[in-house]
């Protein structure tokens, strides 16, 4: 079993989850609000890029919606962390990649993110503020979605080789992302942030 994911917690695991349960129901703090400012911008900055350089292709409206449909849905499924959450987007994030232009991959998961999460605020279930947390979530489908537009080739077309290239690009910016974003916020070391890479075993096996 890898390392962080345990079923029986060490005592530092269980209060950092139980620090992210009660984050849940607050507003940002000062730190979270830096890090989620300098995660947005560098997202958004990344997709006007990739918009602008890529553009969009004529692609097949139906079998996109129901691609993002399903992640929307699949962002419900949570697997808890003393830092966070993932979830089971994978299952639904792969279809998505071959059904949308790449130019519109991280665009279409910012919003299967931010959807959910304006309904538990519309619910009361978190706090407003929370919503800007959708764009950092989303930051790992810049990935796949740089590697295919440094290649030139659509995912469709793209051979087994690009295909995992595109798969570790998704780990590393997440990876990377996350780092920053809990360092800045939580002031999470190192240890720590590693004891959570099970989660991309799990993204894997998806």
Do not use: K
């Amino acid at each position: 079993m890898p390392a962080g994911m345990s079923l029986t917690p060490d005592l530092d695991a269980q209060e950092a989850l139980a620090e992210t349960y009660r984050h849940m129901g607050l507003g940002l703090s000062a730190r979270e609000w830096v890090a989620e400012a300098l995660v947005g911008l560098g997202f958004v900055a990344a997709a006007v890029a990739l918009l602008v350089l890529v553009g969009i292709h004529h692609f097949a409206v139906v079998p996109a919606i129901a691609s993002l449909v399903l992640l929307t849905a699949a962002t419900r499924v949570r697997f808890d962390t003393p830092l966070g959450f993932t979830v089971a987007t994978q299952v639904a994030f792969v279809p998505l990649v071959f059904a949308v232009p790449v130019a519109l991959i991280a665009p279409a998961v910012a919003l299967a993110f931010t959807v959910p999460s304006l309904i538990d605020v519309v619910r009361r279930r978190c706090h407003p503020d929370r919503l800007l947390l959708s764009v950092g979530n989303s930051v790992f489908a810049l990935g796949p979605a740089v590697v295919f537009a440094l290649a030139g080739v659509r995912p469709a077309h793209a051979g087994l080789a690009l295909l995992a290239g595109a798969l570790v690009a998704q780990f590393a910016v997440d990876f990377s992302v996350s780092s920053l974003r809990f360092a800045i916020a939580r002031d999470a070391d190192l240890p720590t942030l590693v004891s959570d890479a099970w989660i991309y075993a799990v993204d894997a096996a998806l």
